[in-house]
């Protein structure tokens, strides 16, 4: 019996009242904002989830018309370097209509499926979002829009970070300007190394009058483990320095390591639990829920993205 159940024994929630099952463990493919709706309400300790960023015209992060072509083609330095994106062109300078809807339509995107989300989480439940650095404000204030309570913003250090802002020296030597390259030598076009990836944590707000400590008895979610965090980090702090395993990776452009959505999910949830990742890619969320006795659902649009997980599943769990 998990420590829920025996909760349950004693305090019946109103959530409690049936609304049909949870599907099996496992991945079911198919579009994740229909999938979520077909969950019964206050079903899901966690939904842990790298969600498509809205910044490439990538299959896998097309959220969005598309319209601007600054999303199209590939600079030379991403070509070469096979970058993650390799369609996101030239950087978005802001003067378009096209460019200025981007955000607006990722919060709109954002707003399809987060009302949903909260729908299916336990009162107190977390929702730990891997988003892009760029436009996780919009995603954050869709939620919040929806009824999440925002928590905190834990930072993924990562080691591997590609880095290619451009010399604009060299823009000059190929005009063959060399007054210019001498001025603007050592100045760069692009980002910094993106070295840590945002997670935003936000909770479904528990009921008015229960007190966190109620919440805890009677959903099982609301507080975090500190102990079981320390198993992974040197400190109870809010950056998560993990890096792959050895032979890890190359199953998704955006794979994350398992260790890292390991400690997520120990932080917020127990054994016998349920982890819901509506936008699972290659799976590492189910592989890490697995192999800490959670249970696990993912949903997942790519078929072949759907493959690898249930085989990592198999192979991995
Ligand atoms: C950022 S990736 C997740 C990768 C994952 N972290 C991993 O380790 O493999 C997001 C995934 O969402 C999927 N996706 C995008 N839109 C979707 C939708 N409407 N329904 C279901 N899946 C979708 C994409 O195919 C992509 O695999």
Redesign the pocket.
Known sequence: MTHETANRQRIVPAEAAGEGALPPDGVLA????ALVRSLPSASVHLILS????GIGAE???V?HTNTNSAYLGASPAQAKAGAVFKKRGKPINGWSEADRAIPREYYDWCLTWAPEWLRVLKPGGSALV?AGRRLAHRCVAAMEDSGFSYKDMLAWMRARAPHRAQRLSAVYERRGDAAAARTWDGWRVGNLRPTFEPVLWLTKPYRIGATLADNALIHGVGAYNQEALMQYVSGPENVLDMGFAPKEGG??P???PVRLMQALIELTTQEGQTVLD????????LVAAKALKRRFIG????ET?VETARKRLRDEG
């Open positions: 198919g579009d994740s904002v790298d969600i498509p960023y299959d896998w992060d959220l891997f199953l998704h955006t794979q994350k509506p936008f699972c890619g290659s799976g590492t969320t949903f997942e649009a790519d993205y």
